[in-house]
């Protein structure tokens, strides 16, 4: 990618940016009452004085016309003034960087887990197509990506701390001992579905043309395999590892829940429940900004990794 | 349609997995006869009974048999999945259609939130849209179809633009064809078997992700026997009565299985490009 490129691609990202924040900002609009008592009252009973409420609404600036409203609230969150959480009694942007760690690790843990299994078991299920090995790990992939992850993580949680007592039955805490179980889960799910698409982009190399004139011209199965298919498959896997990388910040919510990880997904469900909206928004637009890095990161990588880019760039 | 017939009459594993999924619908549609007990009749006195030959499948805190209520589930949750998936169809084909065919300012607007809607995780904005506006079937519906049209809309507008340039548009074209006129003749029916296979593809991951929305309070409420639902309320009794979250997630399981086996061999039967 040259230079012009990657400003044409950060150019994208902030309007992309822009868009999902003008979503995340009309979210709250869809609540139904009044989100400014819900906001102050959380879920609990209580009763709130109009002047708190009219106070809290100027706070946000919610008495002014549609379009004002967004544009301060945008003023705002690009100071890193997200709000406060009447939920967690505390600014949104300290309670989002608490549990900013816990789902990175969380994402960081079940990707090792994902690619330690998956590439060995997808380059050898190519290579070895057809083989009773290669209809096994099909049909248990295939089961994997079938299995809801909660239902999965509920199931480990039974057998593995209930049956076993292997580990603790209620987490939330960040430990290695109440990592163990989402992270399997997470993994499990992951490496059902990545390993099918190693297993698809090799076995896709492995049918070029530039194969089959190695074979002719004698070259070793596996010098073809590792010097020549390998590397013209990194390419795709990379960027199926970057999506999957960024769902597992986004999609791991419903896992997080079941073992009470306190990060961003367990954070987000309990501020919906609570009605702390500001948290609910700076979460979305969190998650929305570390997935499009992400995949601006990968796209970047390309640049090293592809000799033909290189070239094009300059 | 021809090809569906004779993929029935040739096609092993799509005949084979289009009776499975016949066989599930038929299971919802007879939930009422062939269900033991009711679904919604709490009986306290049996409350937590394990699974045993008069309850095959246990029965909850409030003593309501746990098969019924899955074997209703099947038409609850098929129901909705069916419609979910009709209604991203309709709206994301829809919009591809328009904006593949008209261009222009259409185009733009539509495909830039397409844009936006894509670059994200969705399930994250279904997760907030739903919950906000308040847990209830029909706004998980609206969360779902609202983080997932984009998928639809890109490729049948990625279609239409190809088509677009052939012989028998222009000629249509030139023949003073009106637009809805080309886009009913000659568009739409050139597209739908790949929409269709795409759509069919889907049910799978969407009964997950309507079960996974249920599963966390957002989607259908009690009492009603929805497979997502019953898991969560099954998860605060897992140290006690294990069986009240086995038995719908296998049912999910068993159901999504089912849909993604035959959303492959729908596969193999509608898309002739398929070498393999």
Redesign the interface.
Known sequence: MSRKQILYRLLQMVL?LL??SF??FC??M???GDPVRQMIAGNEDIIVSQVEIDALRHELGLDQPFLFQYTSWLGRVLHGNFGFSFMMKKPVLDALLETLPATIILAVASSVFMLVFSIPLGIYTAVKQNTWFDYLIRGLT??G????N??MG??L??IFA?KLGLFP?VGGSISIENLILPMLTLGIVMTSKYTRQVRATVLEELNQDYVVGARARGMNESYILWKEVLPNALLPLITLFGLAF??L???A??VE??FSWPGL?YT??QA??YRD?QT?QA??LW??LM??VI?LVVDLSYNHLDPRLRKAGR | MENLINGFKHNKAFRFTTCLVLLLILIAIAAPVISPYDPLEAVMRNANMEPSLQHLCGTDKLGRDVLSRILYGASYSLTSVLLLVAIIFVVGTTLGVLAGYYGGLIDTVIM??A??MI???????A???A????GSLVNAMIALTVVTWTKYARLARSMVLKIKRRDFVEAAIVNGGTSPHILWTHIVPNILPLMVITAAADI?AMM?EL??LS????GSQPPAPEWGLM?SE??QQ??TA?WL??FP?LA??IT??IF??WGDALRDVLDPRQDN
Request: proline share 5%.
């Open positions: 992309v868009g999902i979503i995340t979210l709250v869809l609540a139904p295939f089961a990506v079938s299995v809801p909660f239902w509920l199931v949680l039974w209930l039955i960024g769902s910040l986004g999609g919510a419903v829940i079941v997904g987000v469900v919906i429940i909206f609910v979460i979305v998650i929305a997935y499009m995949n | 830039r939130i844009d936006m670059s994200f995780p969705g399930i994250i904005l997760i907030a849209i919950g906000v506006m308040g799978g997950m079960a996974g599963f966390l309070g957002f898991l099954g998860r897992i140290q294990p979250m086995i997630g999910i399981f999504v299985v993604n086996l």
